[in-house]
């Protein structure tokens, strides 16, 4: 509880001091919405899988996959932002369950069939 109570007061007081030291700020965002909105799906996916997937959080494997799917997905986004269109926000429901399967498939079946070999020996001593 008191981590929470920590956690609405950082951001209370970042949201203060950035709307009173950068006031055009709000006016330069929205006019890079798009790659606003992309920023904050990348960021709400990959938490999102983090979260779900934390128990194999102490195997280096796990990082790795997760860092090569995240790269994928930048590139992804912006090879789709430049060749075709910029993604809005009523595609990304449908990329949302597409790549949060596919990570889920993905590390599960890596972590299956890697994951003993590539264990943190320092923290699990066998």
């Known amino acids: 509880m008191l981590f929470g109570i920590l956690l609405a007061l950082v951001l209370f007081v970042t949201i203060v001091v950035v709307e009173s030291l950068f006031p055009r700020l709000g006016g330069f965002l929205g006019q890079h919405n798009l790659v606003v909105q992309a920023v904050s799906f990348s960021i709400f996916l990959f938490g999102w899988c983090i979260y779900i997937l934390w128990h194999w959080h102490r195997r280096r494997l796990f990082w790795m996959v997760m860092t090569m799917l995240l790269l994928m997905h930048i590139a992804g986004l912006f090879l789709f932002a ?41 923290n699990h001593p066998e």
């Open 82 to 122: 430049t060749y075709l269109s910029p993604t809005g926000v009523s595609r990304w429901t449908p990329v949302l369950f597409v790549e949060a399967f596919a990570i889920f498939v993905v590390v599960d079946w890596t972590m299956r069939r890697f994951g003993r070999s590539w264990a943190d020996k320092s």
